[in-house]
């Protein structure tokens, strides 16, 4: 039995193009592959006429159904799973090296979780807040010459999901949690480790890229955010009930 990706659950999101020839070109790229659903985060250039011609008439259902929207952490709020694309290789980042390898890992992920594939501005990719964002980062191995086209990086990824297949029985994925629950969670932890000294809160970010790492290669579940949070909001209680009972003391 072979499976392959569930594509009506992935969608590609474009954060900040500068062309709209790329936009266009990326939803041609798209409509060749079967994904459907495509994302433009704050365009430099939103000219309709210029999107659709690159498009051409094929694609034209996907450039109609284009969202539209103003920041990165909006765009990513309803995905399970967001995965960026960099040609950085530091030593700190969980990188897949091959379009293949990530296509195959999403095989199960995919049946029941929505996935972005999330693509950079033309000139200078993903920042390092963008990255912060992601679950997992993909790299497309090139020669000398590293720097793609938008519309082409959009096409070798859209490949190689449409193309992904395994023999044999495919082990369900559970539904991951949400952006936006992980990123509440990471907040309530931000605010408990600060608390309780754990962290410097002048470059708390140093510490929260060590954590956000940790748990990204967990794979939470929207439960198990939950049983985090939770944990944070008794630590929170236990700190404010100790001090209260101290003040009582020193009251008395």
Known sequence: M???IQLENIAIVLHRPRVSENIGAAARAM???????????????????RILKMATHAAA?????????????????PFNLVVGTTARLGRRRQVFDSPAKLARELIPVSRNNHVALLFGPEDRGLTADDLRLCHWL????????SSLNLAQAVMVLCYALFVAGRQGKTVPAPRLAERHELDGMYTQVQDILVRINYINPENPEYWMDKIRHYFTRMQLRAREVSVIRGICRQINWYAGKCYEDGRKRRDA
């Open 2 to 4: 072979t499976e392959r």
């Open 31 to 49: 409509c060749n592959m079967g994904i459907r659903r495509l994302i433009v985060v704050a365009p430099k250039q939103r000219d309709p006429k």
């Open 61 to 77: 259902e996907v450039v109609e159904q284009i969202e539209y929207v103003e920041t990165l952490e909006q765009a990513l709020v």
């Open 138 to 145: 993909v790299n497309i191995p090139t020669s000398e010459f």
